[in-house]
């Protein structure tokens, strides 16, 4: 196995990161309430607050939460985004990502408050997204959004959920998705690749598998679960996606994507050395973070805007 590197600035980050229990059941409420609050208003200090809206949803209110464009209050194109999270952790208001996609992409942001695992497991998560862009492309005319410019994306969990509503919306004949933005993707249950890294800062392997298996809670895998086990990717929204090679997704998203190619479906995936999960935006003040989250939000303005 290649030696694990990670970038001097960000390891300096991780040097003086306060250390985190291992996710378990036991310990899932401690991490719900530590999550990482991200200094957003130090670089985007001009971003608006979030708009909450309260939605009919599959099991009750659904709350989406609306970041606009402090430059561009009445762009056309939106963004439905999924929080991170291992799809047991996290919140609708995602307001690092919703600041950082509406000012250095220009789109209106709208992210799911989607429903946790293991309290609600699959398909809870998937429904209340599916439900929330049926929503966007129905009051579409209220925001002033296009209907030809919804894009959908998430990062890590939330971008597996962004992949699975991708292959779910197709599969029902739902409203038509632009682009997809898949940030770090959680796309594979097993993580079985024998060259996988196992030993990586933030997001370890056997966190990895305690998230799934509260997600999947007893239920066999399937494309919509897990969409890595998905044997026909065509028809799909074109895609984006972004990968750290210190990240023990790299191997699953650098496949999917490729298996996307094979597909016929436009796509483009970038590797960062030095890059751990997530790591872009705890050290977004760090130059590879910054690099990093600049490309995908050209990635989306580029999708969307022109």
């Given at each position: 196995?290649t030696?694990?590197?990670i970038?001097p600035?960000?390891q300096?980050?991780?040097e003086h990161?306060p250390?985190?229990p291992?996710?378990?059941?036991?310990?899932l409420?401690q991490?719900?309430?530590?999550?990482?609050?991200?200094d957003f208003?130090h670089?985007?200090?001009?971003?608006?607050p979030?708009?909450?809206?309260?939605?009919?949803?599959?099991?009750?209110v659904?709350?989406?939460?609306?970041y606009r464009?402090?430059?561009?209050?009445?762009?056309?194109a939106?963004?439905?985004w999924?929080?991170?999270?291992?799809y047991?952790?996290g919140?609708?208001?995602?307001a690092w990502?919703?600041?950082?996609?509406?000012?250095?992409?220009g789109?209106?942001v709208?992210s799911v408050?989607?429903?946790?695992?293991?309290e609600?497991?699959?398909p809870?998560?998937?429904n209340?997204s599916?439900?929330?862009?049926?929503?966007l492309?129905?009051?579409?005319?209220?925001?002033g959004?296009?209907?030809?410019?919804i894009?959908?994306g998430g990062?890590s969990?939330?971008a597996?959920?962004?992949a699975?509503?991708?292959l779910?919306n197709r599969?029902?004949a739902g409203?038509s998705?632009?682009f997809?933005?898949?940030?770090y993707?959680?796309l594979d249950?097993l993580?079985?690749?024998?060259a996988?890294?196992t030993?990586?800062?933030?997001w370890?392997?056997?966190?990895?598998l305690?998230a799934w298996?509260m997600?999947l809670?007893?239920t066999?895998a399937?494309?919509?679960?897990?969409?890595a086990?998905?044997?026909d990717?065509?028809?799909?929204?074109p895609?984006?996606?972004?990968?750290?090679?210190?990240d023990?997704?790299l191997?699953e998203?650098c496949t999917?994507?490729?298996?996307?190619?094979v597909?016929?479906i436009t796509?483009?995936?970038?590797?960062?050395?030095g890059?751990f999960?997530a790591?872009e935006?705890?050290?977004y003040?760090?130059s590879i973070?910054r690099?990093m989250?600049h490309d995908y939000?050209s990635?989306?303005a580029?999708?969307l805007l022109?």
């Open positions: 196995m030696a694990l590197y970038d600035e960000l300096g980050l991780l990161a250390i985190r291992q996710l378990s059941h036991a310990t409420q991490l719900r309430a530590s999550t990482d609050l991200r208003e670089y985007f200090p001009q971003a608006l979030a708009i909450c809206h309260d939605i009919d949803g599959p099991a009750g659904l709350q989406i939460y609306e464009p402090s430059q561009a209050p009445d762009t056309t939106a963004l439905l999924m929080h991170g999270g291992g047991v952790m919140h609708g208001n995602d990502f919703g600041a950082l996609f509406s000012e250095l992409a789109v209106r709208f408050n989607y429903r946790l695992a293991p609600h497991p699959f809870a998560a998937l209340d599916q439900c929330a862009l049926q929503w492309v129905e009051h579409s005319a209220n925001f959004i296009d209907t030809a410019r894009a959908i990062a969990a939330g597996g959920l962004a699975a509503l991708a779910h599969d029902i409203p998705i632009a997809q933005l898949l940030l993707p959680m249950h993580h079985d690749n024998p996988a890294f030993d990586v800062p933030r370890p392997r056997a966190t990895s305690q298996e997600y809670g007893g066999a399937s494309p919509h679960s897990v969409p086990m998905a044997t990717l065509a028809d799909l929204p895609a984006y996606l972004c990968i750290g090679e210190a023990i997704f191997d998203v999917y994507a490729k298996r996307l190619q597909a016929g796509q483009k995936c970038q590797t960062y050395p890059m999960h790591g935006s705890l050290g003040g760090t973070g690099q989250s939000a990635a989306l580029d999708a022109t």
